[in-house]
Structures are given as C-alpha cells and as structure tokens.
C-alpha cells in the first residue's frame, strides 16, 4: 500500500523525546513511516550508521533520528530524489564543519579580564617554595 504525504503533513517535525538511543519502532512511529523505509534509507545515506543492540536490534542516537527527520523532509516535503537528498546533506554537513566558531559578546567578555596569567604566576611562586 503505497501512502502519498501531503506537504503540509510532511513538513510536521515530531518532538524527540529526551532519550539516548531509540528502537526502529519508535522512529517508526515518530516519523510515521514503516521500519523498512529506514532500513533503506541506512543503504541510500552512508552517515546513517545506527548501531545494533547484542540482540541485532537497531538503536539509533538522537543525531541519526534528526538526520533521518531532514531525509523525510527532503524526500517527502520537497520532493527530491535520493541521489538529491544525499548531495543536499553533503552539502549542509560540509558547511557545517567549515564554518566558523563565532564566539558570542557576551562570552568574549568573561575572559577580557581573565585574572589566569595573574595565578599562573602565583602557582609558579609556591611551586618554587615547596621545591
């Protein structure tokens, strides 16, 4: 049986739940596609890597159900194809790691008058005492 997802039912993104590894099943349920469209999937996206329990059963960790939710996006919402799906992912995870790290304002400033060189020192001193 074949489901076609209305835009607007696709582009829904569940909440995930505040766990460390999840079962295929509940994936399943919270994507709202069958366990054997992720079982594809993991053969179609090479980061998809979910480990299996000692008793073979899929556990997925949190970045792979989010990766998995933005594949749905992709392939669902937006229509794309897989070979598209996957350049598209390639594409956001080499922009991501090339970005910079922007340290904010407001961190920047805790350590404008860092007092570290001033106890550096003083460790140094004692260090000399004690020797």
């Known amino acids: 049986m074949t489901v076609l997802m209305t835009e607007a039912a696709a582009a829904e993104t569940p909440e995930i739940p505040d766990k460390l590894y999840f079962r295929i099943g509940e994936v399943s349920r919270l994507l709202a596609v069958e366990a054997y469209v992720l079982r594809y999937w993991e053969t179609e996206f090479p980061t998809l890597s979910p480990k299996k329990s000692d008793t073979g059963h899929r556990l997925y960790k949190r970045k792979d ?63 000399a005492l004690l020797r």
């Open 65 to 127: 159900v989010e990766q998995l939710l933005q594949i749905k996006e992709l392939l669902y919402a937006k229509r794309f194809t897989i070979e598209g799906a996957r350049q598209t992912l390639a594409a956001r995870h080499k922009e991501s790691r090339e970005a910079p790290k922007v340290v904010p304002k407001e961190q920047s400033l805790l350590f404008e008058d860092s007092p570290l060189p001033e106890i550096r020192r003083e460790l140094a001193k004692i260090l």
